[in-house]
């Protein structure tokens, strides 16, 4: 698999691209800013671009808007955000330019290689990761009063939380150590609990159960 | 009358008594020469009238002089009574007489012509009022002997004296003259009048009370004298109305600019009005107020000293702008013991009475004093005001860096470690037993260090907050907050970054108090904007009993949103929760 590596800061670009060349990605390019990236992507045709979110010249979400520009003109290419912060608004920000090879996590979740590697991976291939930390801070109550997140059980909460992820039934079968049957009848329920209209893409329902959790 | 000491003051009563005893003598002359003159004929004043002008000239003159010694109108009407008396002698019985009286008998009118114009500063303002006087100075001078050069008083009456100036009697070119002199003259009057009354309607309030009756007495003076003219030419019938009238409008002309002189001394009774109003206590009007009533101009307005800062500021302490020099408004400093204490901003019609304004401000000077005390308070606490809201400005730049330098050089550094651990962790042989669950724990510290450093640059500068807007940050940290905490936003737009700022920290502190002291099981936020004002509430369930003194974190918040003019209200009664309560106003 192809990618793209922008971040300013040269020790972490490099580190990130020697990382990922470890996990057995081709890496075709290096950027330090927003425009950067956008020469990268229209030279290499990568399938996943991995972007910090703060970058030159403003430091604040040049990252975010390269990311929007590049789904913009080439909806074929991943897109993995990485940002040391945890900001529900920017990851439903990307999600609502499109569901298909989004991803949004924190950026030390790249020490962890097996993970790094299939969330890359996912994202390529046209799924959608959250990071845990900003999925639990959805799903954290707010509402005072009847939640209909109150009226789930531990466990559809814990589906909930995986399907934000932007984890396959499969994957949360895993995770969960129970059967992809179970999963879908967890699904179903939270669907109706929360009165969404019922979604058998997994791409798709990310950003459904997203934008319910923000609207909370 | 200042720059007079008291020798020079001596020196000039004693010239003006000369001058007063030689105008009885003048007028009594007059007065003689006017009643046994040869001829009579209508237009010649009457001797009263002779007198009355001639005295009220002389009189009005050395009094104003001696009110005002500075003033140029003062030796101006005691010129114009001497050659009044002058040109009385024009009806004298021998020659000498008959031939000084002729050459001066209109030069009085330069007199009259030259008070209307530059009253009340003595000095003629424009060009046009230059032009005006030369050419009454020329008509009655000039053009006067010339036609004397060649007039025979016998011509059109044979009883009369001869003229000693005659050189050649030569009747078409004297009579040519006079004319031109009277066509000429009557021109000069039409013009001088219609000034005076654009000056009457365009005076401001505090000149009116000054320069109507002058102005008005000018005007019908000229306008009797343009008419009388006119009459001659052509004959009219009771043509010595306008004579007459004229007569005694030129007698009211110096009275009028005396009384104008010695207006201070007729407002000594307003001044003893402002010294009892001022000395009632709690004095429902303001200083000013009584001052600009006292010196008769509702424009006026007062700006005290303000030592620390060398300059004027208003009763509100803010600063006061003063006047450039030969604008449309004037400024006169009230000094107190050497200092200033502060600066009347006036119309400058008020400058031609110094004296009232120095009296009013000598019967204002404590109150003045107290007041300027007063002004430089507010002065010092708008001051205060603003060193504060900058106090909060460096800290939220410096808090800024803060977060800058953690974020560029900690946090990166660290994610880097993060990354070798990562590689590291994917070299290791595949039965290092040992080592594997140790860089895994260290894997995981790190990740716990760095999500605690993300914590603190977050609670140093919401990055969220400058790039999103004050809802979304207030949205993220009530998602993070350690209670439930329910948030209603009725907030649409970017407000200023301080408010901002302020705002959020004020959230984010009472959340932090309630999570930790009230017990509370949940908490309500509101933002809302509307009317310029952002209103900040955050209300828990706990068990009450907060006060801002207790612990830094509200004390700090206090300063913080009271720099900027805000307030903030903490009500936490026992047992029945805390709310904070913040008013941001937004202008």
């Known amino acids: 698999m192809r990618v793209v590596v922008a971040d300013d800061a040269v020790i ?20 330090a800013d927003g425009s950067e990236l956008l020469d990268q992507v229209e030279r290499n ?8 979110i703060r970058m030159p010249p403003t430091h604040t979400d040049e990252g975010l808007q390269a990311a929007k520009a590049i789904r913009q003109r080439h909806p074929e290419v991943g897109i993995l955000v990485l940002s040391q912060h945890v900001h529900a608004r920017y990851a439903l920000e990307l999600l609502s330019a499109g569901t298909e090879g989004v991803g949004y996590l924190l950026k030390e979740r790249v020490s962890d290689l097996a993970g790094l590697a299939s969330s890359v991976r996912q994202v390529g291939e046209g799924g959608s990761v959250l990071d845990p930390a900003v999925v639990s801070q959805l799903v954290s109550r707010r509402r005072l009063g009847s939640d209909p997140l109150e009226q789930l059980t531990d466990r559809e909460r814990d589906v909930l939380t995986l399907m934000a992820e932007g984890r396959s039934n499969k994957a949360i079968a895993d995770r969960l150590f129970v059967t992809e049957h179970t999963v879908e009848k967890h699904v179903k329920n939270i669907f109706a609990t929360l009165r969404l209209p019922p979604s058998a893409d997994d791409h798709r329902r990310v950003l459904a159960v997203v934008t319910y959790l923000n609207a909370q | 009358m200042t720059g007079f000491d008291k020798a020079e003051r001596r020196e000039l009563n004693t010239r003006l008594i000369a001058l007063g005893m030689l105008g009885i003598l003048a007028g009594v002359g007059a007065f003689w020469v006017v009643s046994h003159r040869a001829v ?5 004043p009457t001797p009263p009238v002779v007198l009355l002008v001639g005295w009220s000239c002389i009189g009005s003159g050395l009094l104003s002089w001696q009110a005002r010694p500075d003033n140029r109108l003062g030796p101006v009407m005691v010129l114009t009574g001497f050659a009044w008396f002058a040109s009385v002698l024009e009806v004298g019985n021998n020659p000498a007489e008959y031939t000084i009286g002729t050459a001066f008998q209109l030069l009085f009118l330069v007199g009259f012509v030259y008070l209307g114009l530059s009253f009340p500063s003595g000095r003629l303002p424009t060009v046009l009022d230059r032009v005006l006087v030369a050419a009454t100075l020329f008509l009655v001078t000039v053009v006067q002997l010339a036609a004397l050069l060649f007039f025979d008083p016998h011509s059109d009456c044979d009883s009369c004296a001869a003229n000693l100036l005659e050189v050649h009697r030569d009747d078409s070119l004297a009579y040519g003259l006079g ?44 306008a009797a004298l343009g008419a009388s003219v006119a009459a001659d030419a052509v004959d009219a019938p009771h043509r010595e109305i306008y004579g007459r009238v004229a007569g005694y409008a030129l007698a009211v002309i110096p009275v009028a600019v005396l009384v104008a002189f010695l207006q201070r001394r007729l407002a000594r009774g307003a001044v003893a009005g402002l010294v009892v109003e001022l000395g009632e206590p709690q004095a429902a009007v303001g200083l000013a107020h009584a001052l600009s009533r006292t010196l008769g101009d509702p424009s006026l307005s007062v700006g005290y000293w303000f030592a620390a800062e060398s300059r004027y500021v208003d009763a509100d302490g803010k600063p006061v702008e003063l006047p450039e020099p030969g604008g449309v408004r004037m400024s006169t400093v009230v000094e107190r013991g050497g200092q200033p204490v502060a600066v009347l901003i006036h119309d400058p019609a008020l400058q031609y009475n110094a004296e009232l304004i120095e009296s009013v401000c000598a019967a204002a000077g404590l109150t003045l004093e ?10 010092r606490l708008t001051e205060l005001q603003a060193s504060r809201a900058r106090l909060v ?25 993060a990354i070798s651990l990562g590689l590291l962790e994917s070299k290791l042989p595949a039965g290092s037993a040992q080592a594997r669950p140790l860089v895994h724990e260290t894997r995981e510290s790190l990740m716990a260090a760095l999500a605690e450093l993300r914590e603190l640059t977050q609670g140093i500068h919401p990055t969220i907050l400058v790039e999103r807007g004050l809802p979304t940050a207030l949205d993220e940290l009530c998602r993070r907050a350690a209670l439930p ?62 006060a801002v003194g207790r612990g830094t974190g509200l004390r700090g918040l206090t300063d913080r949103v009271e720099a900027l003019g805000a307030t903030l209200t903490v009500s936490s009664p026992l047992g029945r929760g805390t709310t904070v309560h913040a008013e941001f106003p937004c202008a």
């Open chain 1, 12 to 31: 972490l670009r490099e580190g990130l691209a020697r990382l990922l060349r470890e996990a057995g990605f081709d890496v075709a390019g290096l950027a």
């Open chain 1, 45 to 52: 045709h990568p399938d996943v671009a991995i972007v910090d």
């Open chain 2, 40 to 44: 009579s004929i209508n237009e010649i």
């Open chain 2, 179 to 222: 004319a031109f002199q009277q066509i000429a003259g009557l021109a000069v009057i039409v013009v001088a009048v219609g000034l005076l009354a654009v000056r009457l309607v365009r005076a401001s309030r505090p000149q009116r009370r000054a320069v109507i009756p002058v102005l008005l007495t000018c005007i019908v003076a000229f």
């Open chain 2, 370 to 379: 107290n007041e300027r005390l007063q002004a430089e308070l507010r002065a």
């Open chain 2, 393 to 417: 400005e460096a800290t939220d730049t410096e808090r800024r860096r803060i977060e800058r330098d953690l974020h560029d050089g900690t946090q990166q550094r660290l994610v880097s470690i």
């Open chain 2, 485 to 546: 905490a329910h948030l209603q936003l009725d907030l649409d737009r970017r407000l200023p970054d301080q408010v901002e700022t302020a705002a959020y920290f004020l959230v984010s502190e009472a959340l932090t108090n309630a999570a930790k002291h009230s017990h509370a099981s949940e908490v309500r936020v509101t933002a809302a904007y509307a009317g310029q004002v952002l209103t900040v509430e955050v209300a828990d369930d706990g068990i009450g009993g907060a």
